[in-house]
T-cell receptor, first 113, second 115 residues
Framework: NAGVTQTPKFQVLKTGQSMTLQCAQD?????MSWYRQDPGMGLRLIHY???????DQGEVPNGYNVSRSTTEDFPLRLLSAAPSQTSVYFC????????????FGPGTRLTVT | AQTVTQSQPEMSVQEAETVTLSCTYD???????LFWYKQPPSRQMILVIR??????QNATENRFSVNFQKAAKSFSLKISDSQLGDTAMYFC????????????FGTGTRLQVFP
């Protein structure tokens, strides 16, 4: 049971490039989410999914796309990277029912130059 | 909309002493959960403790306990017998009950434990 895994751990992009951050979980959780963490701002929700085929926007969705074709995977796509997207990105998953908590991946540090 | 406020950006404590981290929140919901997460330098988010709002009893996990004041919308974390390994960022977070997809975080408190 690997929990929540994210790849890559580090990435450097040039402005305008696109890329996909991968997230996978093996706990059969219905819920999956992406957060970004910026200094002094805590974690903010980007997009979330309540099940395969269902996604919705969080607090800061602009510049990001998501899809959920399987229960296990929830990739985050940056369409045209901007320096403002330099951040640490966390994927999380959770299940319906108690204990209503989220399990986090190890994070991806992204730098856009 | 819900908000979570951590008013202490940084705190320090000597090893073996007790420290309390503050958190207040604003919500009109009656059913919700509150969490404290620890983020050490490895940046992994680790759940420290969880409190269900409908439970009056304060949650405890070994050296970690909370003081949950629902009417005051306050949720502080007490760390007893502080250890060097407690050095980390601590985040308070709110989740509406049945909304496992969304956590709302505070801005964090950086705790330094000194020998």
């Amino acid at each position: 049971n690997a929990g929540v895994t994210q790849t890559p751990k580090f990435q450097v992009l040039k402005t305008g490039q696109s890329m996909t951050l991968q997230c996978a979980q093996d706990m059969n959780h219905e819920y999956m989410s992406w957060y970004r963490q910026d200094p002094g701002m805590g974690l903010r929700l980007i997009h979330y999914s309540v099940g395969a085929g269902i996604t919705d926007q969080g607090e800061v969705p602009n510049g990001y796309n998501v899809s959920r074709s399987t229960t296990e995977d929830f990739p985050l796509r940056l369409l045209s990277a901007a320096p403002s997207q330099t951040s640490v990105y966390f994927c999380a998953s959770g299940r319906t029912g108690a204990p209503y908590e989220q399990y986090f991946g190890p994070g991806t540090r992204l730098t856009v130059t | 909309a819900q908000t979570v406020t951590q008013s202490q950006p940084e705190m320090s404590v000597q090893e073996a002493e007790t420290v309390t981290l503050s958190c207040t929140y604003d919500t009109s919901e009656s059913n919700y959960y509150l969490f404290w997460y620890k983020q050490p330098p490895s940046r992994q988010m680790i759940l420290v403790i969880r409190q269900e709002a409908y439970k009056q009893q304060n949650a405890t996990e070994n050296r970690f306990s909370v003081n949950f004041q629902k009417a005051a919308k306050s949720f502080s974390l007490k760390i007893s017998d502080s250890q060097l390994g407690d050095t980390a960022m601590y985040f308070c977070a709110f989740m509406k009950r049945y909304n496992t997809d969304k956590l709302i975080f505070g801005t964090g408190t950086r705790l330094q434990v000194f020998p």
